[in-house]
Each structure stands twice: as structure tokens, then as C-alpha cells.
């Protein structure tokens, strides 16, 4: 059964190294890996969140190339993938976005490599995702979230963890791994 599941990759409001919040540039990688999965997996849409105009046009233009241009003749598993992405300039409008699709405003789910108290971990949320709510899975791109977004948000996820202390994985990377540990057979 595929999930009711939503996931957003935040450029704004995220921090930096020194904790400061910003805007953060979009990765054509990032747009790339990060559709890729959603689709293997079976996510509704991914929304790109950026209210920076160049931003926006640079996202557009490179979904462009691959869903209508030169791109999506050579390759349609490409184009398939980035027709899953939509962008839209704050978390508020790809939740007024998403209860628009008539499930009402989805449950929202934060990811952070930080340790918490009040993280849920991958089993919960995976059987949470058996259910008929619609969850939002958000990803922070800089140094993470905002602080403001974590402590809106409905529930923490547990970090990514390897066999070593080490704990610093691209942001595509931590979505395929989330990805496959929510919804993998």
C-alpha cells in the first residue's frame, strides 16, 4: 500500500554554522536524488520550499529541462521523477497546498541529526503511516531547521545513525536512507 506521504525540502528558514537563520541555495542534486527517491518510494509530491525569486526560477528551470526539454526525451524515468516536485515559497503553503487534495492539513514530521528527548523513531512512524492521515516528512537543507519549524511540528524523527559517531549525510542522502526505512517492504 503506498503511504499518504508528503516531503519537503526546506532552503528557508534553515540555520547556519554559526546558528544564524538563512536561505539556502537549491542543489541540482539535491532536486535530482531527492525526486528520484520520493518516486521509488512511492511519495505523493515533493515540494522544494524557497521564497527566493532566483531560486525558484533556477528549480523551475531545471525541472523544465527535464519534464518538457531535451531532458525528458532522453530520459523519461528522469522526467517521471521530477514531475513529482513542486515549489512553493513557505511550509505554510505546501500545507495549505497538500489539505487542498481533500485529506485536510497533513501530520508534519521533522528530520534533524540531532539527538532529541521527543523523537519518535523509523517503527513508529512507520506503522503511523498504515493509517489514512497524511504525514509531510521536512527536510532542512544548511545546518538544519529553524528552530521555529521544529517546534511547530506534530513529531521529531529519530537521526540517521551509522557505526560510528560520525553523523553529518547530505540531505539526499539522509531521504533515501528515511525513505527506505518507512516504507521498504
Known amino acids: 500500500m503506498k503511504p499518504n506521504l508528503y516531503v519537503a525540502l526546506v532552503h528557508y528558514p534553515v540555520i547556519n554554522k554559526s546558528g544564524n537563520i538563512i536561505a539556502s541555495a537549491v542543489t541540482n542534486l539535491d532536486l535530482h536524488d531527492m525526486a528520484r527517491a520520493s518516486r521509488t518510494y512511492g511519495v505523493t509530491k515533493f ?7 532566483d531560486q525558484k526560477e533556477l528549480t523551475q528551470k531545471i525541472i523544465s529541462h527535464w519534464t518538457s526539454g531535451t531532458g525528458s526525451i532522453m530520459n523519461p524515468d528522469r ?6 516536485i ?3 515559497d513557505s511550509l505554510n503553503a505546501v ?3 497538500i489539505s487542498v487534495g481533500g ?3 497533513p501530520k508534519t514530521v521533522v528530520t534533524s541529526a540531532k ?3 521527543v523523537c519518535i523513531t523509523f517503527t513508529e512512524l512507520r506503522k503511523m503511516l498504515e493509517g489514512i492521515n497524511s504525514y509531510l516528512l521536512i527536510f532542512g537543507t544548511g545546518w538544519g531547521l529553524a528552530e521555529d519549524i521544529v517546534l511547530k511540528a506534530d513529531y521529531q524523527l529519530e537521526p540517521v545513525k551509522g557505526n ?3 553523523n553529518h549525510l547530505s ?3 539522509a531521504c533515501s536512507i528515511i525513505l527506505d526505512r518507512l516504507i521498504s517492504k
Do not use: Q
Open 47 to 53: 515540494y522544494v520550499v524557497t521564497p527566493l525569486k
Open 79 to 84: 522526467r517521471e521523477a521530477l514531475e513529482l
Open 86 to 88: 513542486c515549489i512553493r
Open 95 to 97: 500545507m495549505e497546498d
Open 103 to 105: 485529506n485536510g492539513y
Open 115 to 117: 539527538e532529541s528527548p
Open 164 to 166: 560510528t559517531d560520525y
Open 171 to 173: 540531505v539526499r542522502s
